[in-house]
């Protein structure tokens, strides 16, 4: 990946958290909601919006993250997900827009897959908002 470092990928969260702080997420009394975000061809990240502000979702994702910043509202879709053992390794971003009209997110992923080692994948991803049980 040319042109990319974790210093990068800092400044670029610590910007979204000024502008848009954590609890925001969807409107509480709102219809609950799951969403899938798919990428690399074949791999997915699977979640339910939480029905309450401020809280975060939980992901299935390997190795094991925890959602740290969760915002999807004003048509946008944001996550950040840490590892469990090293709060301090970003494991998931995922930074989408809405298609205007649909239920459909479009943006990038940036992901660490690796084991004891860095293993950095980015690029497009693409997300689908549905009712939670369909």
Request: aromatic share 8%; with cysteine; net charge neutral.
């Amino acid at each position: 990946m040319r042109g990319f470092n974790l210093a990068k990928l800092a400044f670029i969260v610590g910007i979204v958290c000024l502008f848009n702080p954590p609890g925001n997420s969807l409107a509480a009394g709102s219809p609950r909601q799951t969403v899938t975000c798919s990428f690399m061809d074949s791999q997915e990240v699977k979640f339910d919006v939480p029905a309450k502000l401020g809280d975060l979702p939980d992901v299935d994702f390997y190795p094991p993250a925890k959602v740290t910043l969760f915002s999807f509202r004003d048509n946008s879709l944001l996550l950040v997900a840490m590892d469990v053992n090293d709060p301090s390794r970003v494991r998931i971003v995922i930074s989408a827009q809405s298609r205007k009209g649909q239920k459909t997110y479009d943006g990038q992923f940036i992901v660490d897959a690796g084991g004891n080692s860095l293993q950095l994948e980015n690029g497009p991803v693409s997300c689908v908002a549905g009712s939670a049980g369909k």
